[in-house]
Each structure stands twice: as structure tokens, then as C-alpha cells.
């Protein structure tokens, strides 16, 4: 049964844009300038959600869903980054080094100027060991060089399979209040925030999974921060095949000068490269979500480095740097063109009608970056075991999926 999905269409969509914001007010734009096409996965085996966020796919609990990057107001692209490749800049650097120093109660070293460089030996390992403890573990022998305290606080972190806590739910309202500026009312209610953060479309003990009884197995996690026993940040994660993708990350606004949503970064690395040296030896990469270059608030994840970025016209990853000159000019597709066409700069006009609820009975033409054209599907690969309903009517559908077939490449 692991290869086995479950889903149900819900079609193509239209909202208002959580990323463009009117100056001056942290309210969304109330125009409707977001599109996507989505449906429900009642049941999806992690492998085949690996094969989805290889070519552009997210999820939100149970929801699945890919922006329409030809005509949606803030272009999303997926970016990742090969653990094993990673080096922090100075500034995750410097990151850390506060936190540590923060902990000891102290100031930073004399020597503080210059111990942080890029090009410095650095072992990320053993630098967040001193500032995180996993749960039940021991203490790690002393450091000498710029961490050099013998003795400190620190925070506990414990990874465990999602739940849904009145801990958790007040620490995430804080922070949706604090940090992204919405009203009492506009906050997610305890049954959104579990949709959101909780459920998720994976079985439990799937014929995937090939985690050990010390070790995570594939699924939906919460890393939870804890310090003087208080609950202080979660970072929501996927742990897939190939790769630990992040999903959300909240905390305390009592600590924001921390920079734990930096530094949790690092530690979702660190997870990474430690599951793929004991357990799951293809988990090789770390997914941050989507990049978003006209938001500004969402560029930060191109400074975790080296960074891909995927261009949902070809599924074909391309380096950040290398295209940057790409996204400055607004490129929204064709990455790997010897030159950038301006029309790959323009947004398409969406002429679909929409229900009140905004969902279209039919996509737009041209079809969707990454989508084929859905009445030639059966045609075009009459051997996929797949049924195509129309959206206009969904039904509950089974796929049963090839991870090589040329449907699942060009269709997803």
C-alpha cells in the first residue's frame, strides 16, 4: 500500500496575496492576485510527495497546491540546498555566536572581530552543541577558542511526531500577533492552526518509512525549543526520502533578538546531515519552502548557501546565484535560456470565470507553468493507471504512480 495516494481536486484558484501588503499596514492586499490550482490528499505515501515538491508543489495539512507562475502576483519558485555542500556566511555565524554568548550571561569576547569569517574553519556541528542540547542527551566536553565558557544554559530541543497542544497553539497566536502584525480576530483558531500545522496527508507506519526505533521516520514532525523548561519556538518540518522540508517556524516575541528563525535554519541543516549519516543515507537535501524575490521578507533564504532554485517551466534546478541577474530583471520561467525573453517577464491575464469561492471550473490558457494539457493526458500516456475527473464535478481518485513515468514529470 505505500505507493498508493488518495486525493481529491479542488481546482484552479484565485486569492488575495499573503506577500503583497499595502506600505504602511501589515494587512494583506484584499485584490485577488493569487493563483494556483490545488486538491485535497486524503492519503499521499511521502515518496510521492517527494516527486511533488521536486517539481513545485507545497502543502498546507492535507492541501496540496502549486502557484500558476504565469499569472500569479508574486512568482514562487522551490528552493533547496545540498546539506553536505552548506557553509554558513558570517552572518549565521555571528548568529550563533550571540546566542551562545546570550546564554552564558556574558558579552562577547575581546577577540569578537574576525573569529565569524566565511572563510575561517567552522564545524557547524560542533558549534550548535553548544548552544542546543537534544533532549535526554549529556552535556558536550569543553571548547576551547572563542567558546571557552565551562559553564551555561542552554536549550533543549526535542523532536517528536506532530501534535496538537494548547502550549504550541498560544505560543504560535503570540507570534502571528507579535511578529506578523495580525488582530485578534485574524488569527487562525485552534482548529485552523492544527489544519495547518498538525494533520497531514502521510499514513502512519507506511511501507516507506525506513527510519529504526532511535531514529525519525518519514512523516510530519515538531522540533520543539525549549529553555528553563518554557516552550520557546517550534519549527515544523517534513522528513521526506530525500530530503527535511521545512513547513513553519514559530516562537516567542520575548526572544526575538535571538535570531532563533535564523539559527533554526542551521539546526533543520544539522537534522538533515545527521539522518542521512545514520539512517536514511538519499536523504541528501534541505527544502526551505518557496523563494519569493519580490517579497523582501522572503529573500532571506537565498543567504543559506549554496541555494537551487527550480523553474517550474522545465522542473530543472538551476543555482540562485547564477539566475539572480534573471530574477532582478522579473524572469518568472526559462532560467536556462542563453537570454532572458521578455515575455517570460510579464504576467498572463487569468480570463477563467470564478465562483464566488474562487475556484474556476477549467484552467486558463496557456495552460499553467509545469502542467500539460490536460484533455491529451489519457492520450499521450494511455498505459498510467490514473482517472482524470473534470473539476467542474470532482470525485474521490486513487493513483497508483511510477516514479519514472513521463506523466509524473510533465504533469505534476
Same mark, same amino acid.
Given at each position: 500500500?505505500?505507493? +498508493?495516494?488518495?486525493?481529491?481536486?479542488?481546482?484552479?484558484?484565485?486569492?488575495?496575496?499573503?506577500?503583497?501588503?499595502?506600505?504602511?499596514?501589515?494587512?494583506?492586499?484584499?485584490?485577488?492576485?493569487?493563483?494556483?490550482?490545488?486538491?485535497?490528499?486524503?492519503?499521499?505515501?511521502?515518496?510521492? =510527495?517527494?516527486?511533488?515538491?521536486? @517539481?513545485?508543489?507545497?502543502?498546507?495539512?492535507?492541501?496540496?497546491?502549486?502557484?500558476?507562475? +504565469?499569472?500569479?502576483?508574486?512568482?514562487?519558485?522551490?528552493?533547496?540546498?545540498?546539506?553536505?555542500?552548506?557553509?554558513?556566511?558570517?552572518?549565521?555565524?555571528?548568529?550563533?555566536?550571540?546566542?551562545? /554568548?546570550?546564554?552564558?550571561?556574558?558579552?562577547?569576547?575581546?577577540?569578537?572581530?574576525?573569529? /565569524?569569517?566565511?572563510?575561517?574553519?567552522?564545524?557547524?556541528?560542533?558549534?550548535?552543541?553548544?548552544?542546543?542540547?537534544?533532549?535526554?542527551?549529556?552535556?558536550?566536553?569543553?571548547?576551547?577558542?572563542?567558546?571557552?565558557?565551562?559553564?551555561?544554559?542552554?536549550?533543549?530541543?526535542?523532536?517528536?511526531?506532530?501534535?496538537?497542544?494548547?502550549?504550541?497553539? @498560544?505560543?504560535?497566536?503570540?507570534?502571528?500577533?507579535?511578529?506578523?502584525?495580525?488582530?485578534?480576530?485574524?488569527?487562525?483558531?485552534?482548529?485552523?492552526?492544527?489544519?495547518?500545522?498538525?494533520?497531514?496527508?502521510?499514513?502512519?507506519?507506511?511501507?516507506?518509512?525506513?527510519?529504526?526505533?532511535?531514529?525519525?521516520?518519514?512523516?510530519?514532525?515538531?522540533?520543539?525549543?525549549?529553555?528553563?523548561?518554557?516552550?520557546?519556538?517550534?519549527?515544523?518540518?517534513?522528513?521526506?526520502?530525500?530530503?527535511?522540508?521545512?513547513?513553519?517556524?514559530?516562537?516567542?516575541?520575548?526572544?526575538?533578538?535571538?535570531?532563533?528563525?535564523?539559527?533554526?535554519?542551521?539546526?533543520?541543516?544539522?537534522?538533515?546531515?545527521?539522518?542521512?549519516?545514520?539512517? +536514511?543515507?538519499?536523504?541528501?537535501?534541505?527544502?526551505?519552502?518557496? =523563494?519569493?524575490?519580490?517579497?523582501?521578507?522572503?529573500?532571506?533564504?537565498?543567504?543559506?548557501?549554496?541555494?537551487?532554485?527550480?523553474?517550474?517551466?522545465?522542473? @530543472?534546478?538551476?543555482?540562485?546565484?547564477?539566475?539572480?541577474?534573471?530574477?532582478?530583471?522579473?524572469?518568472?520561467?526559462?532560467?536556462?535560456?542563453?537570454?532572458?525573453?521578455?515575455?517570460?517577464?510579464?504576467?498572463?491575464?487569468?480570463?477563467?470565470?470564478?465562483?464566488?469561492?474562487?475556484?474556476?471550473?477549467?484552467?486558463?490558457?496557456?495552460?499553467?507553468?509545469?502542467?500539460?494539457?490536460?484533455?491529451?493526458?489519457?492520450?499521450?500516456?494511455?498505459?498510467?493507471?490514473?482517472?482524470?475527473?473534470?473539476?467542474?464535478?470532482?470525485?474521490?481518485?486513487?493513483?497508483?504512480?511510477?516514479?519514472?513515468?513521463? =506523466?509524473?514529470?510533465?504533469?505534476?
Amino acid at each position: 500500500m505505500s505507493s +498508493l495516494s488518495i486525493a481529491q481536486p479542488v481546482g484552479y484558484n484565485k486569492s488575495s496575496c499573503g506577500y503583497c501588503k499595502p506600505k504602511g499596514t501589515s494587512r494583506r492586499d484584499a485584490n485577488e492576485t493569487s493563483f494556483s490550482y490545488g486538491f485535497i490528499a486524503y492519503r499521499l505515501s511521502p515518496s510521492h =510527495y517527494q516527486q511533488l515538491i521536486d @517539481q513545485g508543489w507545497r502543502r498546507s495539512g492535507i492541501y496540496i497546491y502549486k502557484p500558476d507562475n +504565469l499569472r500569479t502576483c508574486c512568482p514562487q519558485h522551490s528552493i533547496r540546498l545540498r546539506t553536505s555542500s552548506f557553509r554558513p556566511s558570517k552572518a549565521q555565524r555571528r548568529a550563533v555566536g550571540h546566542l551562545y /554568548w546570550t546564554l552564558c550571561g556574558d558579552t562577547k569576547p575581546s577577540k569578537w572581530k574576525g573569529k /565569524w569569517g566565511a572563510s575561517r574553519p567552522w564545524d557547524l556541528d560542533a558549534h550548535l552543541e553548544r548552544v542546543f542540547v537534544q533532549h535526554g542527551h549529556e552535556r558536550p566536553p569543553p571548547m576551547h577558542g572563542p567558546y571557552s565558557s565551562t559553564s551555561h544554559e542552554r536549550i533543549e530541543v526535542s523532536l517528536d511526531k506532530a501534535s496538537a497542544t494548547s502550549e504550541k497553539y @498560544q505560543l504560535f497566536r503570540k507570534y502571528q500577533a507579535a511578529i506578523h502584525g495580525e488582530a485578534h480576530d485574524e488569527i487562525s483558531s485552534r482548529h485552523g492552526w492544527e489544519q495547518f500545522l498538525v494533520e497531514s496527508p502521510f499514513p502512519e507506519n507506511d511501507d516507506d518509512d525506513q527510519g529504526s526505533v532511535d531514529s525519525p521516520t518519514f512523516g510530519l514532525y515538531h522540533q520543539a525549543y525549549r529553555y528553563r523548561g518554557q516552550l520557546i519556538a517550534v519549527g515544523v518540518v517534513d522528513i521526506l526520502p530525500h530530503c527535511v522540508s521545512s513547513v513553519y517556524f514559530f516562537y516567542d516575541p520575548a526572544y526575538t533578538a535571538w535570531e532563533l528563525g535564523k539559527v533554526s535554519a542551521l539546526v533543520e541543516i544539522q537534522l538533515a546531515r545527521s539522518l542521512q549519516a545514520t539512517t +536514511l543515507p538519499d536523504l541528501s537535501w534541505y527544502y526551505l519552502g518557496y =523563494y519569493i524575490h519580490t517579497c523582501q521578507k522572503m529573500r532571506y533564504k537565498g543567504t543559506f548557501k549554496p541555494a537551487e532554485l527550480l523553474d517550474t517551466m522545465d522542473n @530543472q534546478w538551476y543555482p540562485l546565484e547564477q539566475i539572480m541577474p534573471n530574477l532582478e530583471c522579473g524572469q518568472r520561467y526559462q532560467f536556462g535560456a542563453e537570454s532572458i525573453d521578455p515575455r517570460t517577464c510579464e504576467s498572463v491575464s487569468c480570463l477563467v470565470p470564478f465562483s464566488e469561492a474562487g475556484v474556476a471550473d477549467r484552467l486558463p490558457r496557456p495552460w499553467p507553468l509545469g502542467f500539460a494539457d490536460p484533455t491529451r493526458m489519457l492520450v499521450d500516456c494511455p498505459e498510467c493507471p490514473v482517472l482524470i475527473p473534470t473539476m467542474s464535478s470532482p470525485m474521490l481518485v486513487t493513483l497508483q504512480v511510477r516514479a519514472n513515468d513521463s =506523466y509524473l514529470r510533465d504533469n505534476r
